[in-house]
């Protein structure tokens, strides 16, 4: 049985492909979500995809993950930098949580330098662009091997 993995995007990330291709690139959520899927079917996962503008969705998204004992992939977006609701879900998780980020947020101005999300995730991956989702999932299976 395929082992279930939710793969949560939050505010703006809809928008992909047009919104400041500048920083973020052209490749769109849509590319994003097919990729992820194939490779995360090849390794035995079940993945849930999703997005949302609405930090509430994305609450109650992480604890129905919770529920379900899935793996999750976080790409919080906006929600990252202040968004404690979203914290306290995370700390329910028990299987791994990889935070990813499209750019490297490191070297963003103020308030895109520092993610709460980064205190609780097992790992992140920033500044790789959509090749940081796949480098995700890759490293969810792996640690869900080594259980």
Request: charged letters at 15%; proline letters at 5%; hydrophobic letters at 45%.
């Amino acid at each position: 049985m395929a082992h279930p993995l939710f793969i949560l995007n939050g505010s703006n990330l809809n928008m992909l492909g047009t919104r400041e291709p500048g920083i973020y690139g052209t490749t769109t959520l849509a590319e994003i979500e097919k990729s992820t899927k194939e490779l995360a079917a090849s390794l035995g996962l079940d993945c849930d995809f999703r997005q949302t503008n609405h930090e509430g969705i994305l609450v109650d998204w992480i604890q129905e993950a919770a529920i379900k004992d899935a793996a999750v992939i976080i790409n919080p977006a906006g929600f990252s930098f202040g968004c404690v609701p979203v914290l306290d879900a995370l700390k329910l998780l028990r299987q791994p949580l990889i935070e990813v980020h499209l750019t490297n947020i490191h070297q963003r101005p103020a308030p895109y330098t520092y993610s709460l999300v980064s205190q609780v995730a097992n790992g992140v991956i920033c500044g790789l662009g959509p090749a940081g989702y796949t480098l995700a999932v890759r490293a969810v299976a792996e640690r869900l091997a080594e259980r």
